[in-house]
Structure formats: C-alpha cells, structure tokens
C-alpha cells in the first residue's frame, strides 16, 4: 500500500473558497456529497460511482452537485483533503491535551493517533488514495500531515529535547515508517490477534524508534 499523500492544490482545487451567502448552503452540499461519496466508494469501487449515484445517494439534485464538484475527481481529491485535515484535527488535539513541555509526550500521543486513524478507516483510506493513484513526488513534499510532524519536530529540537539535523527528513521517514508498520499489521496480522494489543504493540514499536531516532546522544 502506498501512504496517504495529499496532491498540490492546482488552480481547480476541489475546495475553492464559496461567497459569503452561499457559505452554509455549499458547505451542506459537501458534507451530504462527501458522506454519500465515501459511503459509495467503499461499497462499490471507484469506478462503479458516478456524479449521479453520489447525487442520489446524497439526496441531491445532479445541478447542485455538480455547481460544487464538476467531476468525480473532484469529488476523490475533497475526500483526499478531508481525510487528511480530519488526520491532522485529531493528532493536534491529542497532542494539545499533553502537558506543556512534554515533547515525548506529544511525539507518542501523534504516533497513536495515526495508528488509530489508518486502523479504523482503512477501507476509506484504500479507496480514495489508491484506487486512482499514481506515485506523485510533489505530494511526500507538500504533506499537511508531514507538516505537522516537522512542527513537532522543530518545537522539540528548539527546547533542546531533541536533536534532527534535518527536520522535514527525519518526518518523513517518520511518516514513511509509520504507514509500512500499519499496513504490515493489516496485511499479516492473524484473525486471532486482540486489536488492542496489537495496536499497542505498533504503537509502542514505532515510538521507541522514533524517540531513538532524535536523541541527542545519536551521532550523524
């Protein structure tokens, strides 16, 4: 499996800002499209879904749809962005209830929430950033997941808590580790296993890697 990789946003993003007046109209249009998009793409496959389906699906008429979405494409890549703000929602707020100052804190509250957030939602996660995807080196560099990880990375390095020669690097590897770990659980884990171990378990793994990786005693 690939890691979820958010495309640049080119001049026909799929979330162009709406005018005052239409803001809560059109912002009730997309949720009720994204939710029936994403219900659709899991159920039947990207390529069995049209504009149509989603409008019915929606409870929407084709014109309204289409005034937001102009394409299926359209409606993937808002699902690809709404994926990856909601990602970057939950990591934040786990990581703002940690005490202030607590870095190592902040690094295994980010790396338990992306376990959680792959584990719980890889159906969605498969069918919108698969399905359609071809390798795009622009998305590892522009990533507001990775972004956040450099933040993080950064604010530890600052309280001289860490050390990273590279920052935006080491978060990718990172994020690069994180998604190969996950999806070695999804592919071999046995029907036997207790979901909650084995998540600990990853969890725990990574985090020990991770906070290896940045000690200041580490010599590069």
Do not use: K
């Amino acid at each position: 499996m690939t890691a979820f990789l958010l495309p640049v946003a080119g001049p026909e993003s799929a979330f162009p800002l709406p005018t005052a007046a239409a803001a809560t109209g059109e912002a009730a249009v997309r949720a009720a499209a994204l939710d029936a998009a994403a219900r659709l793409f899991v159920e039947r496959g990207l390529e069995r879904v049209g504009l149509a389906d989603i409008a019915a699906a929606a409870g929407l008429e084709p014109r309204a749809l289409r005034a937001s979405y102009a394409s299926r494409e359209h409606v993937l890549l808002a699902l690809q962005e709404r994926f990856v703000r909601d990602f970057c929602q939950r990591a934040a707020q786990a990581m703002d209830a940690c005490r202030e100052g607590d870095w190592s804190g902040r690094l295994r509250a980010w790396v338990r929430t992306g376990v959680d957030g792959y584990l719980d939602n890889v159906a969605l996660h498969d069918v919108v950033f698969h399905d359609l995807r071809t390798h795009d080196r622009h998305a590892w560099q522009e990533n507001p997941v990775v972004d956040q990880l450099v933040e993080l990375l950064e604010g530890g390095i600052a309280a001289r808590v860490w050390a990273a020669p590279d920052p935006r690097m080491t978060a990718l590897i990172f994020f690069t580790a994180l998604h190969s770990a996950v999806d070695r659980v999804i592919v071999c884990g046995e029907p036997q296993d207790d979901p909650v171990q084995v998540r600990h378990r990853l969890a725990q793994t990574l985090i020990g890697y991770f906070e290896r990786s940045v000690q200041w005693w580490s010599r590069f």
